[in-house]
């Protein structure tokens, strides 16, 4: 799958698998591996590291996303001045998560458009550079 999304002419990549990897495991053994095959493919192109948005995943919700704050410590402190973080656990901040989705999952109207100010907001830190 990384040589596929790779392959593709981008002006920035978002990362942001974290609810759909089945275990913090899984995503621990694919994370950062998948961002070194990507960055060797693509050493240019912005990457947007994000952890899940929604309030699911409970006890594993911080695990998780120190997992992925990692591989994003790890490409700084490899030089790499072209990655971001997005902590997905303050999207919702400013209208309370239990307004941002439809099944304690996937995000409603509302939930998208935290998601897209979000996302949005890096998105023209990196436009503009």
């Known amino acids: 799958m990384v040589e596929y999304l ?7 990549f978002v990362s942001d698998y ?5 275990s913090p495991e899984y995503l621990e053994s694919t994370h950062e591996p998948f961002f070194k095959k ?3 493919m693509q050493p240019d192109t912005p990457v947007i590291f994000a952890s899940h948005a929604g309030i699911s995943h409970g006890v594993y919700r911080e695990r ?3 997992i992925i ?5 790890n490409a700084l402190k490899a030089g790499d001045k072209n ?3 997005i902590d997905g656990g303050t999207i919702y901040n400013d209208v309370g998560g239990e307004y941002c989705e439809v099944d304690n999952c996937h ?3 509302l939930g998208f458009w935290c998601m897209a100010n979000a996302y949005g907001a890096v998105i023209e830190e990196i436009l503009k550079k």
């Open 107 to 109: 995000p409603n109207d």
């Open 64 to 66: 998780r996303k120190e």
């Open 38 to 40: 990507f960055r060797q």
């Open 69 to 73: 704050r990692r591989t994003y410590e």
């Open 6 to 12: 790779a392959s593709l002419d981008m002006a920035a």
């Open 83 to 85: 990655v971001y973080f």
């Open 18 to 22: 974290d609810h759909n990897a089945p």
